[in-house]
């Protein structure tokens, strides 16, 4: 890993802190693009890069949701009890996803990543706001329903699930947005570490990964996006509580319909160095 890789790294750990705190999500939509791109710059193949990318967004993603958790829980926002169960379920669910995802072409993955965003970004942009506001479903078959496919997902992509989780909560389960970002986060303290784990027992083993790597978590990555994400995860969750949610949801999908572009190939293609 070279000094410039390390660089990038950190600042993109600044990057996936102050987004995840702001948006509820984990951050590997900024993750797992530039850790694939400096993977395969270092002469990894396409299979190992996409792995390495998401088994270490997913770990990085554990400190990071707790620091942007913690200090929305104390601003009184996060639901915990759907929280706590459908992280429960998630967890179980994105091992399994995880441990399946391991044993698919890592062009695949890339494709399912960039695809599944998009589909996220068009749903919220596409769906209307209701003209009375609804109270939030409290029935937790209903959030166990929705949080063992977001779990499998979430595993077999390498994300906390936060793009998926925002949108169910918001338009299925009625939470406001502030309080969906809020709950987004303390859900992926649960989803991240089953992912993780699936990710490290199942890259065990394999051979020609990075030095100080366990499974396809890479140390060295997870440290530097680590260390600098759980700080800025604090600063984008006081930011969040001083926008609107209207305001919050555009910034929400202009980030997802990147994201999703940019895993697809489309910029690339087009020849857009962004």
């Known amino acids: 890993m070279t000094m410039a890789h390390i660089i990038i790294l950190l600042a993109t750990g600044i990057?996936?802190?102050?987004?995840?705190?702001?948006?509820?999500?984990?951050g590997a939509f900024i993750m797992t693009?530039?850790?694939?791109?400096?993977?395969?710059?270092?002469?990894?193949?396409?299979?190992?890069?996409?792995?390495?990318?998401?088994?270490?967004?997913?770990?990085?993603?554990?400190?990071?949701?707790?620091?942007?958790?913690?200090?929305?829980?104390?601003l009184g926002v996060v639901?915990?009890?759907?929280?706590?169960?459908?992280g429960s379920c998630g967890l179980i669910a994105a091992f399994g996803g995880a441990v399946l995802a391991t044993h698919l072409p890592g062009a695949a993955l890339k494709i399912a990543f960039g695809a599944i965003a998009l589909l996220a970004g068009v749903r919220?942009?596409?769906?209307?706001?209701?003209?009375?506001?609804?109270?939030?479903?409290?029935n937790p078959w209903l959030w166990i329903a929705w949080a063992i496919p977001i779990g499998v997902v979430a595993g077999i992509i390498g994300i906390g699930g936060g793009i998926l989780v925002v949108p169910v909560m918001m338009l299925a389960l009625?939470?406001?947005?502030?309080?969906?970002?809020?709950?987004?986060?303390?859900?992926?303290?649960?989803?991240?570490?089953?992912?993780?784990?699936?990710y490290i027992i199942n890259g065990l083993g394999v051979s020609n990964l990075p030095a100080y790597s366990i499974g396809y978590v890479n140390l060295p990555a997870w440290l530097l996006l680590a260390v600098a994400g759980a700080?800025?995860?604090?600063?984008?969750?006081?930011?969040?509580?001083?926008?609107?949610?209207?305001?919050?949801?555009?910034?929400?999908?202009?980030?997802?319909?990147?994201?999703?572009?940019?895993?697809?190939?489309?910029?690339?293609?087009?020849?857009?160095?962004?």
Do not use: C
């Open 15 to 26: 990057g996936v802190g102050f987004a995840s705190g702001l948006l509820g999500v984990g």
């Open 33 to 74: 693009p530039v850790q694939y791109m400096i993977y395969t710059d270092m002469g990894f193949p396409t299979d190992i890069a996409i792995k390495l990318a998401f088994g270490t967004s997913l770990l990085v993603i554990l400190p990071i949701s707790l620091s942007g958790a913690w200090r929305h829980s104390k």
């Open 79 to 86: 639901y915990w009890k759907a929280a706590i169960i459908m």
């Open 124 to 138: 919220m942009l596409t769906a209307k706001s209701p003209t009375i506001e609804e109270e939030p479903k409290d």
């Open 174 to 198: 009625k939470f406001k947005m502030h309080n969906a970002v809020a709950t987004s986060l303390a859900m992926m303290l649960f989803t991240s570490i089953g992912g993780a784990i699936g």
């Open 231 to 274: 700080g800025m995860a604090q600063v984008g969750a006081m930011t969040v509580h001083r926008l609107s949610a209207k305001q919050l949801r555009y910034i929400f999908i202009a980030v997802i319909f990147y994201m999703g572009l940019k895993m697809l190939g489309v910029f690339d293609w087009l020849g857009w160095p962004i």
